[in-house]
């Protein structure tokens, strides 16, 4: 559990190191346009969304609240893994170090609690 946090810890700031690094070096309408230019750049990009769609199915499956799923999934669409590393850490900490709960989160009987 402790390697699985340390791995999230770092995933997060590697994302925050980049994020930063790109609004502060780069252009997002040119470097954007560039990238849909480039038959590879889309593929990144379907890469990418298909990813976020995977995990956002895990994040669908192991939250119970409907509120809190779709606050999770459209996190997870507009800022992608950075959401996805907090994601991780929030499961991974309210586990009480049990991979079970880490994966499945505290689900009850019914797909959604309401509270």
Do not use: H
Not at 13 to 19: D, E, H, P, Q, R
Not at 72 to 92: C, E, H, P, Q, R
Not at 103 to 110: D, M, Y
Request: aromatic residues 14%; contains cysteine; glycine residues 10%.
């Amino acid at each position: 559990m402790k390697a699985a946090k340390i791995t999230a810890w770092l995933c997060l700031l590697a994302m925050i190191g980049g994020l930063v690094n790109a609004f502060v070096n780069g252009d997002f309408l040119v470097d954007g346009g560039a990238l849909l230019d480039n038959p590879w750049g889309v593929m990144s990009l379907i890469d990418l969304y298909v990813g976020f769609a995977l995990f956002s199915i895990w994040i669908v499956y192991r939250e119970t609240t409907l509120w809190k799923i779709i606050l999770w999934v459209t996190a997870m669409m507009i800022f992608g893994f950075l959401t996805g590393s907090v994601y991780v850490l929030k499961a991974l900490y309210e586990s009480d170090d049990s991979w079970e709960v880490a994966l499945n989160g505290k689900r009850r009987g019914g797909p959604y609690e309401q509270t």
